[in-house]
């Protein structure tokens, strides 16, 4: 067995007389006119948790990816422990001991644990030795590190806390000094992120060091031990995490000063715009997604929806916005403004809820917002190109439609503000704000919007929450859905949490906690009482597969 | 119905079944490692031709299969450039061989034998014989057993086994060693295998070089095994119809030797009986011959269970963040 395994045992006595783990100098990459990295230099000590931090497109991915093979620089040098080397590929970048777990994780989805992590790292021609001896290392790994996961599980059958349990390990298996993840945390609940953080404090303590790619100010603050700011393609500054603060690190992320909380009045609700009651909806697989929900939304208010994705909320976005999924059996009622809405049939399309004054940001703005190869001015029409202003007769008034998509991306201040150019090629931002704008710009009487930041720059979101609180101070009522708890709590008025198709508690904003949050969101009612592990949900998402488990008990009369 | 009637059905259906079984576990391996192929036919049928000339010429079979082998290896490698070096649509690349092979066997053919198209017939030397097993004359007069023995498993010629011994071999292959772990991950999730820092470019050639000599071995059989010379469009849709067998299959090698036993016994059924008196109607001898074709249609259609190809098949890899 190689050196590397034995070596890793015991606190580093002297960080600061070992070389540095990596120290990059002068890193330069271009993709075509596009400079996604300037000139980049980065020391990051053995030992560590280092954070990057900065806007989407800032080029964090980019140099990581330079730094695991993926991508060859243009110019500059990698020194890892103090020597430098040409990472040409992903297997210079393993042997040189940096293991990396990507945002999209890289798993084969039908193999088992075992099969994905001795998966290139395999010992000979033969399969079964390699697999009892990564069973055998797995084990130890699992005690070592808190890292528990059945080996002869199905990556598709397992969480995505774990499926990045697996990743981890997988880099760990293949000996790695170095651990980048990318944006680690998107897919958890608060308390699988708090255990994450565990796990990583315990590598560091154990010698290894650890690269954290991040756009949540929060969890830099909470778990790295010195920071560096990137901005379009350059490294703007490297601080020890303990000497500064989020403000100032968003302001350099940015590259001017940002409002941090969102700036709003406590809501004057008014009459009952939405009003849903013991909605159920059970998907063409028979699987029950919703499972009997009720509850209203008022003019003037925004009701934010918390839980982990896969819990529902997709699929009552989707309901409400009169596109379900096919095949799909609904039951329940939906009134809005006094009416009752169909919620099958042919009348339980898009284009009638939109006429009914439902307006629709949904989740994937890339597979359900816009057509990516469409141009802007056409995608800020879609789904209103009936409307009497963009017509004449049966033909489109392009010339109109044209003004008034130039008139919204001004005033939502897409950029660039081309509207020719294909919604494809604006950044993830720019793209919500054009989505944003063709369904505010509306006035609609409720607002649907899911996710309304994933993906959306910093800069963007204070634009977006700004335009959303807008919006309900006009006196509209807002169902916003996210998984971004942070987001939640900041938008929203009043707040229900989501879990197994049910509605398991509503909080008001301003008086909960995350962890009571975070809690709900894993099932737990008793959220005084509980427990920390309590906020670690099931392995699996759905009842379908742990049948024998108790079904969990929403709150009160929901 | 008599034994010794549905031995020859059975003996007829293994040599019926043998290209289809090869020309299926060619797909098997391309497919697995994400590289849809429909251009089995175009492989096979050159196969066929360079095989049937080459024996023709030097009256050695041997040569002719390497020549099969080779000509089938070169369209793969076609379609290599075509779809994973340029990333291309498998799709297009693989209809473009079918007529490519089409079109030049005939041509070459002509071109060299100018007997439109044909190959001269081949004896002797010039095609694969039959391998009597040991001790099959001794079994034969022992009733059941003999004629099953004698008839049904010894008396094919060597292609017939090989094909045989690919299916074990194809399973311990994909299933029990590092190479077919890769393999079926690089037709799942080929980034996996990226960042695993194993190439997937070269997986993917390896496997369609595999799928080049398989349908290499199923060409020259057709040829010099089964028939006696190459014949202008000889493979007459086995190439698609071992696309069917390997979704019915359900991209595994057992299932292959079941779904290509399948269409071979029912080719043996229409080739002995080319109409069925059913007393009210007799079943014409074309609905016989058409069987084959109307199962690939109905397996195609989706009505045969629900089959999940590799996730990354008909992909091109591209490297992204």
């Not at chain 1, 931002?429 to 710009?441: L, P, S, T, W």
């Not at chain 2, 299926?24 to 096979?44: N, P, Q, T, W």
Request: with cysteine; hydrophobic share 45%; proline share 5%.
């Amino acid at each position: 067995m190689p050196a590397a395994d034995t070596m890793g045992g015991g606190p580093v006595s002297a960080p600061h007389a070992a070389p540095p783990a990596i120290e990059l100098s002068g890193i330069s990459k271009s993709f075509g006119p596009v400079q996604a990295n300037k000139d980049i230099d980065l020391t990051v000590a053995k030992g560590s948790i280092h954070g990057i931090i900065g806007e989407n497109g800032a080029g964090k991915s980019t140099l990581m990816s330079i730094l695991y093979g993926f991508y060859k620089p243009d110019r500059g040098e990698i020194r890892v422990n103090g020597r430098a080397i040409q990472i040409t590929d992903s297997m210079t970048a393993i042997r040189a001991g940096i293991g990396m777990v990507f945002q999209h994780f890289k798993l084969v989805r039908n193999f088992t644990v075992l099969e994905n992590i001795i998966l290139g790292a395999e010992d000979g021609p033969m399969l079964r030795p390699s697999l009892a001896r990564a069973r055998t290392r797995l084990r130890e790994l699992a005690e070592e590190y808190e890292l528990q996961v059945d080996p002869d599980e199905v990556i598709e059958e397992l969480s995505v806390g774990h499926q990045q349990r697996v990743e981890i390990l997988k880099a760990l298996y293949r000996q790695a000094d170095i651990l980048i993840l990318d944006e680690p945390t998107g897919v958890l609940t608060p308390a699988e992120a708090d255990h994450l953080f565990r796990i990583l404090r315990g590598l560091r303590d154990e010698g290894k060091t650890i690269i954290l790619i991040t756009h949540k100010l929060r969890e830099i603050m909470e778990i790295t031990d010195t920071v560096s700011v990137m901005r379009r393609g350059e490294m703007v500054a490297s601080v020890t995490t303990a000497e500064t603060s989020p403000e100032e690190l968003a302001e350099l992320m940015v590259g001017r000063k940002v409002l941090m909380e969102v700036d709003k009045q406590p809501a004057a609700p008014g009459e009952t715009v939405l009003s849903v009651r013991d909605l159920r909806l059970v998907d063409d697989e028979g699987v029950e997604r919703i499972r009997g929900i009720s509850f209203d939304i008022r003019e003037g208010e925004i009701v934010g929806i918390a839980g982990v994705s896969g819990n529902g909320q997709t699929q009552l976005l989707e309901l409400l916005g009169g596109f379900p999924e096919k095949g799909a059996t609904v039951g329940g009622e939906v009134v809005m403004n006094g009416h009752s809405l169909d919620l099958t049939g042919t009348k339980s399309d898009a284009a009638t809820r939109r006429a009914r004054g439902i307006g629709h940001v949904p989740e994937d703005r890339q597979d359900e917002g816009l057509i990516m190869d469409f141009a802007a001015w056409e995608n800020v029409a879609f789904g209103y190109h009936h409307a009497p202003e963009y017509g004449r007769g049966v033909f489109m008034d392009r010339a109109a439609i044209r003004r008034d998509a130039e008139a919204k991306i001004e005033r939502f201040d897409v950029r660039p503000p081309n509207p020719d150019l294909a919604a494809r090629n604006f950044s993830g931002g720019n793209q919500q704000k054009i989505v944003v704008a063709r369904e505010v710009e509306r006035n609609p009487d409720l607002l649907l919007i899911g996710q309304p930041t994933r993906g959306v720059d910093i800069g963007a979101i204070e634009f977006i929450h700004k335009r959303i609180v807008e919006l309900r101070d006009a006196g509209k009522a807002v169902l916003l859905v996210s998984v971004e708890l942070d987001e939640i709590m900041s938008l929203s008025d009043r707040i229900l949490v989501m879990f197994d198709g049910l509605i398991m508690g509503e909080r008001q904003a301003a008086t909960t906690t995350p962890g009571e949050l975070g809690l709900l969101m894993a099932g737990v009612t008793d959220t005084e009482n509980a427990r920390d592990e309590d906020g670690i949900p099931p392995e699996h998402s759905h009842p379908v597969d742990r049948p024998d488990e108790a079904t969990p008990r929403p709150e009160g009369g929901h | 119905m008599d034994i010794n009637t549905i031995i020859q059905i059975l003996d007829s259906a293994v040599r019926l079944m043998t290209p289809l079984l090869l020309a299926c576990l060619a797909g098997l391996y391309s497919e697995r490692s994400g590289v849809f192929d429909i251009g089995l036919e175009g492989k096979m049928l050159m196969a066929a031709f360079s095989a049937a000339a080459v024996a023709a010429l030097t009256g050695s079979v041997w040569l002719g299969l390497l020549a099969g082998i080779a000509g089938s290896l070169m369209l793969s490698l076609v379609h290599g450039l075509a779809s994973i070096t340029f990333r291309g649509n498998q799709l297009i690349s693989g209809v473009a061989i079918n007529f490519l092979a089409s079109g030049l066997t005939v041509l070459l053919g002509q071109k060299i034998f100018a007997l439109g198209g044909r190959t001269p017939s081949l004896t002797g030397g010039g095609r694969f014989g039959a391998i009597r097993l040991p001790f099959a004359e001794t079994l034969e007069p022992v009733p059941v057993i003999g004629p099953i023995y004698a008839d049904l498993i010894s008396g094919h010629s060597i292609l017939v086994y090989v094909a045989f011994l690919c299916v074990p071999l194809t399973w311990w292959l994909l299933f029990r060693t590092r190479f077919g772990l890769r393999l079926r991950a690089v037709g799942e999730n080929p980034a996996s295998v990226d960042t695993a820092g194993v190439s997937v470019t070269r997986l993917r050639y390896v496997a369609i070089g595999i799928c080049g000599v398989l349908c290499g071995l199923a060409g020259a059989y057709l040829a010099t095994g089964l028939g006696a010379g190459f014949v202008k469009e000889m493979t007459a849709g086995r190439g698609f119809i071992a696309l069917a067998a390997l979704i019915f299959a359900k991209w595994r090698p057992w299932g292959a030797l079941f779904a290509t036993f399948l269409f071979g016994l029912l080719e043996a059924i229409a080739g002995r009986f080319p109409s069925i008196d059913l007393g009210i109607i007799t079943v014409p001898s074309m609905f016989m011959n058409a069987l084959p074709y109307i199962l690939t249609v109905i397996i195609l259609a989706g009505f045969v269970g629900r089959a999940i190809p590799p996730r990354a098949g008909g992909e091109p890899y591209v490297k992204e963040r």
